[in-house]
T-cell receptor
Framework: DAGVIQSPRHEVTEMGQEVTLRCKPI?????LFWYRQTMMRGLELLIY????????DSGMPEDRFSAKMPNASFSTLKIQPSEPRDSAVYFC??????????FGQGTRLTVV | AQKVTQAQTEISVVEKEDVTLDCVYE???????LFWYKQPPSGELVFLIR??????QNEISGRYSWNFQKSTSSFNFTITASQVVDSAVYFC??????????????FGTGTRLQVTL
């Protein structure tokens, strides 16, 4: 398997623009996670899905953030409108229930 | 609330030295999972190990070993005969079993390990 695939790897956008991050989990995994890494807050969970259903979105910082998982092989994290403080590395991870998560290579987002 | 503390922000060693990375955790759950992940300079997060709270057996994998002690709420990671390729940030993480998944992770702040020649 190719592992968790995220796109794009890097994204630079202007404040106020919409940003969409994409993730393809490992085939067969039924849980998907979005994490964010910043210098100030470290690694934090934003949202996770189980069997394509959002289970816990308590980590989503505000309404500007939304995530979807329309099917078992694809998820998106959208920020609209983006702000400079959203600049971070966003990781997608997938797992089978009660097993370890495998992470994608991350998307480095810069909002200018 | 759960918490993971990695008190060592940065460690620098010379190649072939042994090094131990400390991890202390807090949780109210009796069943939980502990993890170590490695983040090399390239930025990805690489899974190293998962332990269940009911399994206190120490584990060895090549030059890596882990010491899990429930009595002190610690899950320390030792690299024996360190190599330059071990240079990375290492994260300890905790997940509570009652969440229905093992991967709703609370991460520590990480320990940056620098191995020099």
């Amino acid at each position: 398997d190719a592992g968790v695939i995220q796109s794009p790897r890097h994204e630079v956008t202007e404040m106020g623009q919409e940003v969409t991050l994409r993730c393809k989990p490992i085939s067969g995994h039924n849980s998907l996670f979005w994490y964010r890494q910043t210098m100030m807050r470290g690694l934090e969970l934003l949202i996770y899905f189980n069997n394509n259903v959002p289970i816990d979105d308590s980590g989503m910082p505000e309404d500007r953030f939304s995530a979807k998982m329309p099917n078992a092989s694809f998820s998106t994290l959208k920020i609209q409108p983006s702000e400079p403080r959203d600049s971070a590395v966003y990781f997608c991870a997938s797992s089978l229930e009660r097993t370890e998560a495998f992470f994608g290579q991350g998307t480095r987002l810069t909002v200018v | 609330a759960q918490k993971v503390t990695q008190a060592q922000t940065e460690i620098s060693v010379v190649e072939k030295e042994d090094v131990t990375l400390d991890c202390v955790y807090e949780t109210r759950d009796t069943t939980y999972y502990l993890f170590w992940y490695k983040q090399p300079p390239s930025g990805e997060l690489v899974f190293l190990i998962r332990r269940n709270s009911f399994d206190e057996q120490n584990e060895i994998s090549g030059r890596y070993s882990w010491n899990f002690q429930k009595s002190t709420s610690s899950f320390n990671f030792t690299i024996t005969a360190s190599q330059v390729v071990d240079s990375a940030v290492y994260f300890c993480a905790l997940s509570e079993a009652n969440t229905g998944t093992a991967s709703k992770l609370t991460f520590g702040t990480g320990t940056r390990l620098q191995v020099t020649l």
